[in-house]
């Protein structure tokens, strides 16, 4: 007579055995434990179990139902029976121990601590019942690895167990399930072959359940049962498609028919494949080489076709077995001949049940119940290389729960797939489909140094698509991190007080491929009254109205204030020496509000403008009180000095202006140098045939270029002297000299430091008409004759002086 064992892998959906022969026996207790030690028949004996508990209720026998119901994973069952063995005085810490255990896994924890909280104890029970009460005693939550949402497979599950996906080439979907039905046990009163032995063709003794079977979903939906080519297949599942072979590889536990002698025979899953042809139906059937359904088991096949492996579950003997179920694998060649089994070593396996592998570029999935997890079985992922698997890592939740989590498989569309018998399913089991899969950000804030800017900042991230603020954290070593739905667009702004503040608006999770999305950021100080530009205006004597040659300078700032709204204007206005110092303090007033009345004109508002007047306290010459002084040497006191200040409020934040973004803003000058060049606001300065004198009007741009440089203390000024090409080469290089150190004496005599000025002299060497190919006019002649200024920034390798 045959006898199909069950190979017990923690749930219901994992066994792949038992097609049940037992042997009778008249105490009913007895029996059921007969088929719990050793047919592992769980349901059968759970039923006989509660006839017995219902004829003589006992602590002993309600334990007993409570642990046949532990080993189907009933956990709602299994908590009603706890619960019940604990009512009765001669319950054991070992009983509360499990009470609780069960009460974790069915969600009823807290009921469960406030049973055993108004319990009375002995003196012994009462101290091992707090220590049990002081601690969560069994499950751990562990951060998932990457944050998933997992949604039921509605179409697929049903009441009984579904498990393992895969899908073929078509887009054919294929799963396990005993959607069958349950039946009634019942313990057999007849001797149903002459040796008491009873055998059931139609379920699972263990699970009183229909033997699993593999079911097809087309394209339609339509879902419909495949038959195994496998003659006397009873359990029929884990289907795997190797896609590149066209084949399908699948467990069957058969039914064997052995000599009077091995009547008692345990017969264990195998693996065989098929050829899956266009309709979706199998041809053939190969078993693998190291099938033994009479010694082990050999199950959960996965196809591993770029590394030409089959990676399976089996309890086989071997040196290397660590106890329980290992993995293993075997390569194979294109014509499908099996190398030897290879367990996969202490790194994946341990001394509980591995199964279900998985690989998928360098990580490799499988399920355990001896690593470190958070509930029966778990998921886990390890590092894959040809050669070594390491690094195991529990997945974390939601892909992992307190019950049990298997099966985990991704598509070659991305699609991911995971099977449990966590609580809210619909069945014993479920198909899940790991949706959503969020996307991690990573992003570096840094300095203008290019270091991770530690101390605190604001980081806001705003989800465009779905609505809402996502939160942030910062990692230990300083970086930005969030995790990102998918298919949806978002914002993040980062400031902190004194810095640019930086906006991204071109984050997307929309059609994006890889795990993290990266990015890094730059917090720049703001240089806060940064001068950026210096003109000035001069007025009649004993006036404070704009003169028409003042205009043009006001107009350029207008506009210019127009265009970067984050410039102001400080106005310094002045007299010369003459009338009476309180006089002069009220013209130099009335010249300040002079200037702001004018830019109104321009919609420039008040309060971009800030004023100052000195009256005759800060002359640019010695033409003070009772001096003699020519007429143009006053008017170059009666002014206004205008400063362009960027970022002008010190208590603001601002962010990089648009029209700015392409600049260096840890080189403030860049702000000025780009604002200059559109003013043209160095100048150049000019000088008649065969002199160095300076003309009036170089003085007044030589004023306007002193102003800037003592506003603008990080600047040097490069000053470089040129001639016309008529005369000889030995006196144009004197000459361009002298006009070098002209301006610079100059500028010295307005308050410039001279260690802040370099000069040159290039004679006739660099024209720019070059009046020795061609034939200059005067005009042409008088562009070359001309002393060049040029800004730049004090660096402590910068030369000063003079220089050829």
Known sequence: MKKIATQVILSAVLIFGSVGITQAQKNKIRYADSLMKVEKNYKTASTLYQQAYAKKPKMETATKVAESYDELRDYDNSYMWWKTAIGYEETSPKVYASFLRSAELSGNLNEAKALLTAKEYSSADSAAVQELLAKRPFYTPIPGLR?????????????????????????????????????????????????????SEAKQDNTGREYFSVYRQDSTGVISEMISNVPNTYNFGDPYYAKEAGLMFYSVTRGITKEKKNRNVEVSPEIYYSTLNESGQLEGFYPVPFNDSTGYSVMHPFVDEEAKRLYFTSDMPDSL????????????????????????????????????????????????????GMGSMDVFVADYSETAFSNVKNMGTPINSIADDFAYRELDNKEIYLSSNRKGGVGLDDLYQIADLYKAFL??????EGLIISDSYLATLTDKTQGGTVQTYRNGDGTLRSELEPESDFNITISKPGYFSVTDDAISTK??????????????????????????????????????????????????????????????????????????????????????????????????????WFG?????????????????????????ELLLEAFPDPSKSYEIPEELKNLDYCN??????????????????????????????DKLELERTAVMLNRMPNLMLFIGGHTDQRGSNDYNEKLSEKRSEVVMEYLKKRGVEENRMDYEWFGETQPVHDCNAVTCTEAMHQLNRRTELKLGKIHSSTPVGRKK
């Open 668 to 697: 403030p000058e860049a702000i000025m140098d780009l604002i200059q060049k559109e003013l043209r606001a160095i100048p150049t300065i000019y000088f008649d045939f065969d002199k160095s004198m300076l003309r009036s009007a």
């Open 147 to 199: 944050k998933v949402k997992l949604e039921p497979m509605s179409a697929l599950n049903s009441e009984g167990s579904d498990f393992t996906y895969v899908k073929d080439a078509n887009g054919n979907v294929y799963f396990t399930s005993d959607r069958g039905g349950e039946f009634v046990d019942k313990m057999p009163g007849i001797r149903i072959d002459g040796r008491n032995k009873i055998f």
């Open 443 to 448: 992003a570096r804030v840094i300095d203008c």
């Open 616 to 640: 005759e306290q800060n002359l640019v010459n010695d033409c003070g009180n009772g001096k003699p002084c020519s007429e143009s040497a006053h008017q170059l006191n009666r002014r206004s």
């Open 321 to 372: 077995a660590m106890g329980g179920y290992d993995l293993y694998y075997a390569e194979y060649d294109e014509n499908m001949t099996f190398g030897p089994a290879i367990n996969l070593g202490p790194e994946v396996n341990t001394a509980g049940d591995e199964s279900h592998a998985f690989r998928r570029g360098n990580k490799f999935y499988f399920s355990s119940t001896g690593h470190k």
């Open 511 to 612: 059609g994006f491929e890889g795990d993290t999305i990266k990015r890094e950021y730059k917090l720049i100080p703001i240089p806060y009254q940064l001068p950026v530009y210096v003109d000035i205006i001069y007025y009649d004597l004993d006036k404070f109205k704009i003169r028409d040659d003042a205009k043009p300078a006001l107009d350029k700032l207008g506009q210019l204030m127009n265009q970067y709204t984050f410039l102001d204007l400080l106005v310094s206005s002045h007299t010369d020496s003459r009338a009476s110092d309180e006089y002069n303090i009220r013209l130099s007033n009335d010249r300040a509000k002079a200037v702001t009345e004018y830019m109104a004109q321009h919609n420039i508002s008040a309060d971009r403008i800030r004023l100052e």
